[in-house]
């Protein structure tokens, strides 16, 4: 239900990723063979359904959503989302996204430096260039 092309300015690319010594040791290491699969976990589109048997896998790691023998628990356990969902309100089952616009409160000053910065005040130009044609 999220946006899975989602760019945080002030991050850059993979921006729901923090930045930290992990995500710049994946992306400088995606070609290796033995980092490549932890780079697409954290990385890559997720798939529409994930299901994990988690006394076996307790990382989840193994998505078996599409193993044929766990076709009933992964559509009941759909269904059981949806319930709830409905049941609470939630924005997202009336196709709505109020968090794509929630305002950025950081302290640009600390955490925005050279081109986040400017992406982020063209984020915000074009915002309220937006809001003011509608």
Do not use: C
Not at 10 to 18: A, E, P, S
Not at 74 to 100: F, I, N, T, V, Y
């Amino acid at each position: 239900m999220g946006n899975p092309d989602f760019v945080a300015s002030h991050q850059g690319i993979f921006g729901d990723v923090d930045a930290g010594p992990t995500k710049k040791f994946l992306l400088a290491n995606k070609g290796n063979p033995q980092v490549e699969p932890f780079y697409h976990l954290a990385f890559s589109k997720l798939p529409e359904d994930e299901l994990y048997h988690l006394p076996s896998d307790p990382e989840q790691i193994n998505n078996v959503a599409n193993n044929v023998q766990n076709q009933q628990a992964l559509e009941q356990l759909k269904a059981q989302l949806m319930r709830e969902l409905s049941k609470d309100q939630d924005p997202r089952m009336q196709g709505l996204d109020p968090w794509r616009d929630y305002p950025f409160y950081a302290n640009k000053d600390k955490y925005l430096r050279g081109k986040y910065l400017k992406e982020y005040q063209m984020l915000n130009d074009n915002k309220l260039i937006e809001r003011a044609e509608h």
